[in-house]
């Protein structure tokens, strides 16, 4: 049985306010890349139009639900488009500055947005029209929705524009209303939505946030500000919100995998025939390994560490797929060698349909990656089953080659995407519409 007593409650908690701050952003972001590194081998298997329908199951299958949490985290508590922002903003789907959302509040139930800039657009453009509308059109409507519900059934998200962009220089890059009106129809929880709400990780009870602290705010109530400056933030809030970010990648990997179950068997790809399990095993196994490694990089990078053994262990720690550490259990050990790393096969994560249940002796490529990502000297040197764990030991090698399904990632824009600093909290005031 494995010893949850030497288990920290949460491995974020040993981060500074300033390192959780220069987090944020970056657990955001990879959130975002999720799809970067999955939708490449949808498409490979199965073909644009089915890559279109696992987006929109898997988000709508997550959104509903991490937003949720992130509401009752925060204590955003109210049901007007104020609420429904602040949430955005803290929403994998709309990393900041990378999906730059402009926010204009008119009432409490009535305002819009733009993206003054849309990273996810800048991926897609230049594979067509096609891709563009799948995304814009396809994904966007029945998943915005599904977000929106999490605040208020009766809201609605609409456009005013959006791409294909006409002309094809058009800024901002698209426009959205939001309105909530008391006499509208409510809208029903998505039928995806339901099994993930029967997860583990829909429940599971993370770092709570100490409300007598001074260091900064406690929660999200009051004026939905701009841009969100984390460091404005206690060091308790930081940690639950680096937890519940953690925690949204975990959802909409299960999301994902759902999705893939239901999808017949394909050999398009040239993997030959399989059952639905092992196909929806192998694609996500596919998706683990790129983000895997790409979040590795970039936590490397934001948090200025090297490539020690400790550097790599502060990685790993920090790391979305490994955390938050109440859900999956793992610990990060420095060795005399390298680094181990224990993944409890008891944890609320196994049993839920996502990605550590992917991991085993045999199949410890996204966790190479991972490692890889911080140097590519380090590698997994052995993997078994011990004391009810998966015990990985990493130790220094030769250099070796980046794993393809990381080198897909980097296409998107957001593997070498760079925050800028915009300085303090600036609260939106309602504008009445003229006219």
Known sequence: MTDTARRPSSPYADLSSSQLATLLPELLLSGQLIDRSGMAHLISA??????????IEEWMAASPVYTGRMRSALGIDGDGVVDMFKCLQLDIGAPPQFMDFRYVVHDEYHGGFILSHCGALMDVEPMGDEYVTSMCHDIEDPTFDATAIATNRRARIR????????????????????????????????????????????????????????????????????????????????????????????????????????????????????????????????????????????LRDALRLGDSAADLATVLRAHPILGPQQYTGVVVEETDAGVRIRIPQDSPAFGDGGWMDLLTPEFT??????????????????????????????????????????????????SNFEFTNRGRAIPIIPITPVG
């Not at 993997?383 to 030769?398: I, K, N, P, T």
């Open 365 to 414: 490529d996204p966790l190479a990656a991972m490692v890889a990502g911080v140097d590519s000297r380090w590698t997994v040197d052995s993997a078994s089953y011990a004391d009810g764990d998966l015990v990985v030991d990493v130790v220094r090698g030769e250099p070796h080659r980046e794993a393809d399904e990381v080198a897909i990632v980097r296409f998107s824009s957001g």
């Open 46 to 55: 199965f073909g644009r139009e089915v890559m279109t329908e696992v987006a």
């Open 159 to 298: 456009p005013v524009h959006r791409p294909p962009r006409v002309p094809t220089d058009r800024t901002p890059h698209c426009e959205w209303t939001v309105t909530i009106e008391p006499d509208r129809d409510e809208l029903p929880l998505p039928e995806f939505t339901k099994p993930v709400l029967e997860t583990a990780a829909a429940t599971v009870a993370l770092s709570p946030i100490d409300q007598t602290a001074t260091d900064g705010h406690v929660d999200y109530r009051g004026d939905l500000v701009e841009d969100l400056v984390f460091s404005d933030f206690s060091h308790t809030a930081l940690v639950r919100m680096a937890e519940e970010v953690a925690l949204q990648h975990h959802l909409l990997a299960i999301g994902f995998r759902l999705s893939v179950l239901r999808r017949d068997v394909s050999d398009r790809d040239g993997h030959g025939a399989a059952s639905r399990d092992e196909q929806a095993r192998r694609i996500t196994g596919l998706q683990l390994i790129g983000i895997s490694g790409m979040a590795s990089e970039r």
